[in-house]
């Protein structure tokens, strides 16, 4: 069955250090979403990106932040220089557009952990 | 603005019993609304969604729930909980004519044996 694949699985970074977290989306779907997971809170939306630009983005994902999609099958998201608020479980999904082009239900990868030290 | 409430953060129940978990949203228009799971360390799993199709949804694993359109509710249910049903729950919204999908705060769902 397909299914979103994300790495690392877990990654421990300095503060201040740029961080990259790559995720390969399930083939045939066009959205791309990150959230993230502050541990023992609630799942937070970051960006949501289509047609290789971004649709959505809350007021988490500031100047900070950047996703790209640098070839046909990953999407990766960085964190330039990382806070130790930025600890947290990072989930990338995607989604198919479906018959009538809605964009269906959310496909996650297993996460990654990021400990900001 | 759309929004999605989850009024419980713990449930209990033991084992065999029925599970009720609870979720009201907020919006202006028809929504799509969506369960997910989240076992210990896992990612997050669909359990079943709603898209202005059938209003009582049946999911993987036993779950269903039904979409109240006059009580902006979509609440979650099961017949008889198992010890593997122990998990985090996530009701899910997604804000039409957008990519954006809200989370609830969750609902920790516990099962005694």
């Known amino acids: 069955e397909p299914e979103v694949t994300q790495t690392p699985s877990h990654q421990v970074t300095q503060m201040g250090q740029e961080v990259i977290l790559r995720c390969v989306p399930i083939s045939n779907h066009l959205y791309f979403y990150w959230y993230r997971q502050i541990l023992g809170q609630k799942v937070e939306f970051l960006v949501s990106f289509y047609n290789n630009e971004i649709s959505e983005k809350s007021e988490i994902f500031d100047d900070q932040f950047s996703v790209e999609r640098p070839d046909g099958s990953n999407f990766t998201l960085k964190i330039r220089s990382t806070k130790l608020e930025d600890s947290a479980m990072y989930f990338c999904?995607?989604?198919?557009?479906?018959?009538?082009?809605?964009?269906?239900?959310?496909?996650f990868g297993e996460g990654s952990r990021l400990t900001v030290l | 603005a759309q929004s999605v409430t989850q009024l419980d953060s713990h449930v209990s129940v033991s084992e065999g019993t029925p599970v009720l978990l609870r979720c009201n949203y907020s919006?202006?228009?028809?929504?799509?609304l969506f369960w997910y799971v989240q076992h210990p360390n896992k990612g997050l799993q669909l359990l079943l969604k709603y898209t202005s199709a059938a209003t009582l949804v049946k999911g993987i694993n036993g779950f269903e729930a039904e979409f109240k359109k006059s009580e902006t509710s979509f609440h979650l249910t099961k017949p008889s909980a198992h010890m593997s049903d122990a998990a985090e729950y996530f009701c899910v919204v997604r804000i039409s004519g957008t990519y954006k999908y809200i989370f609830g705060t969750g609902t920790r769902l516990k099962v005694l044996a």
């Open positions: 999904a995607s989604s198919d557009p479906g018959l009538a082009g809605d964009p269906g239900e959310l496909f």
């Open positions: 919006s202006s228009y028809s929504p799509s």
